[in-house]
């Protein structure tokens, strides 16, 4: 399964943002590989950023989306692309795919 | 002829100027109309009783898709620059509320999987402001965009009259399409630092457009000096300083013209129109 993270840096130490469609990079990982690959995520939208970085997760092939809260446009696409969606505001990347293993990330 | 009420930023005193030109010219016997351009926050008509004799529903056509026809190959959402399509391998997500109604969406999508619906984005109000000609446009909350509304309401400039358009504040989209056929721009700004930077953003945009300007200074105290000197080194026309005084104030909170209100204040305007002229001519 693919994992789209949005968060502050480019490795997997780095911690979740606090914006979705806004935040500085995602990192769309694979489990089962564990390939990682980083996309720098300067998009300068006043409007629409919520779809886009939806757009990004579903062309990644992403089938779940760690991050903060997203905004209701987001929201809306994650429903109808049938992507999960999990909080994991406070953790590191890496901290937020183990727990998301063991099942202790909070679906949204 | 058409002259453009605009500001670089929003609370300059675009329409205090716009308004009291209107009514100063209508008194004087001039044939006057007066247009509101600014669709987001229309708000000339605050300042007249205006009688209304018709609405004007403006509306733009999104797309929607044909499930039957799509194959969920996502060119429509590459084509769209306002991300306002998204598109997975279960669905295709048009958000109305974020189109622009470019068509570009349409144009791409090989399988003729979209067609137009309209949609509403506001509606353009014609009548009479005290005995002058008034057209107000007026965006419907959320829009993304007042381009088409001002375009429709730039139609009802009458060649044979004086039109004043209370233009939309900024230099973006809705002010290049408001500012496009002006015989004249009227750049109405304040004395601070803010005002003067705003202002030179608004006369770059002018003058890309090789329009003639003038600039009115609202809320005049005397102190910023930068601001006069930025006008002479760059030969911008000086029309009208409208005094800092508090019964201008006074006048403007209760929506009323300070013009027709403080006498001594009704020539100002005449001064300023002739200026307009001699610089037009
Ligand atoms: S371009 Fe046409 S066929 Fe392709 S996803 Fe969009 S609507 Fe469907
Ligand atoms: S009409 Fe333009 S803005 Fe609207 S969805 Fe299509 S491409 Fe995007």
């Known amino acids: 399964m693919k994992i789209l993270l949005a968060t502050k840096g480019q490795t997997l130490d780095s911690a979740i943002d606090e914006r979705f ?8 990982y694979d489990d089962k590989t564990g390939q990682l690959d980083v996309i720098n995520n300067n998009q300068e939208l006043s409007h629409g950023a919520g779809p886009q970085a939806v757009q990004i997760a579903i062309d990644n092939g992403a089938s779940a989306i760690i991050s903060a809260m997203p905004g209701q446009n987001a929201l809306q696409a994650i429903r109808a692309a049938n992507i999960k969606i999990y909080e994991a505001v406070g953790l ?14 909070k679906e949204l | 002829m058409i002259i453009a009420i605009l500001s670089g930023k ?11 030109l209107a009514y100063v010219l209508d008194k004087k016997g001039h044939s006057v109309k007066l247009i509101d351009l600014d669709a987001e926050e229309p708000n000339a008509h605050l300042f007249f009783d205006i009688d209304y004799s018709e609405h004007i529903d403006v509306d733009v ?7 039957a026809k799509c194959t969920h190959c996502g060119d429509c959402a590459k084509a769209c ?6 598109v997975s391998s279960k669905s295709v997500l048009v958000f109305a509320h974020l189109c622009h109604a470019c068509g570009a969406c349409l144009l791409a999508c090989k399988y003729n999987a979209l067609e137009e619906i309209p949609k509403n984005i506001g509606k353009i109000s014609l009548g009479s402001a005290n005995g002058i000609d008034f057209v107000k446009s007026q965006m419907n909350i959320g829009e993304p965009s007042a381009v088409r509304i001002i375009r429709q309401a730039k139609k009802y400039t009458n060649k044979d009259k004086i039109n ?3 233009c939309p504040p900024g230099v973006s989209c809705p002010t290049v399409e408001s500012i496009q056929m002006a015989d004249f ?24 457009f090789g329009l003639k300007i003038g600039i009115v200074i609202n809320r005049y105290d005397n102190k ?7 006008l002479e080194e760059n030969n911008i026309p000086m029309l009208l300083k409208i005094p800092y005084d508090i019964k201008i104030a006074q006048s403007y909170s209760k929506g009323k013209l300070f013009s027709k209100e403080i006498p001594q204040y009704e020539n100002m305007f005449v001064e300023l129109y002739n200026k307009i002229l001699e610089i037009v001519q």
């Open chain 2, 164 to 166: 004043i358009l209370d």
């Open chain 2, 81 to 86: 620059q306002f991300s306002a399509i998204v």
């Open chain 1, 21 to 28: 469609a806004r935040a500085s990079y995602f990192l769309i």
């Open chain 1, 92 to 105: 590191s990347a890496k901290q937020a795919i183990e727990k998301l293993k063991s099942n202790e990330l």
């Open chain 2, 185 to 208: 721009c009227v750049l109405v700004t304040e004395p601070t630092p803010f005002g003067l930077h705003d202002l030179k953003l608004a006369v770059d945009l002018t003058r890309q």
């Open chain 2, 10 to 20: 929003g609370g300059t005193g675009k329409t205090t100027v716009s308004t009291n």
């Open chain 2, 224 to 230: 910023f000096i930068e601001l006069e000197s930025y």
């Open chain 2, 61 to 67: 056509k999104i797309p929607k898709v044909d499930n």
